[in-house]
């Protein structure tokens, strides 16, 4: 497995919308090689999410993983790939809370999210699979999509004076948050 180099901001690979997974594509060597090493470079850089267009692939994949230790969940969530993924908000209600991002490093900012989704994908296999997730995990599945689309959180935050870094969130904000 490899640690794969990350997309930042101003690369034009995390700002294009990205392609379907074909099923043929989805059974190669390749695309299960690539997604190991997503899973790799994500615990790498503490990531609990990461999408194909981060690591310069513009594929409509991401993974997601949030430990167990993390108080935004309860009991965190397991492995998960997503591809191919649509979100559905279930209900209107939003929840503010932060974000970071390994394609903006450095960064915090408060983001509103839907609070309820409906999660449809395939999995490495090319298995369709259907989950609700709320919380944290809802926010996660939201920010990774959204990378498939070219966008990143800073494009959903309401006001930009949440907007503050690593150093100064931790010394005046909060302990414990991982990029995205
Ligand atoms: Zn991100």
Sequence with gaps: MAILKVARIGHP??????????????RTPAFQRLIDDMRQTMY?????????????????????????????TKGGVPFSVLVNPVVTPLGPETLDAWEGCLSVPDLRGLVPRFARVRLEALDREGQPYTLEAEGFHARVIQHECDHLDGSVYLDRMRDLRSLTFLKE????????????
């Design 169 to 180: 969130f931790e010394d005046h904000v909060a302990h414990g948050h991982e990029d995205e």
């Design 13 to 26: 690979v995390v700002r294009r919308p990205a392609q379907p997974v074909s099923p043929e594509a989805l």
């Design 44 to 72: 790498e850089y503490d990531g609990v999410g990461l999408a194909a267009p981060q690591i310069h692939e513009s594929l409509r994949l991401a993974v997601l993983q949030v430990p167990v230790s993390d108080e935004r």
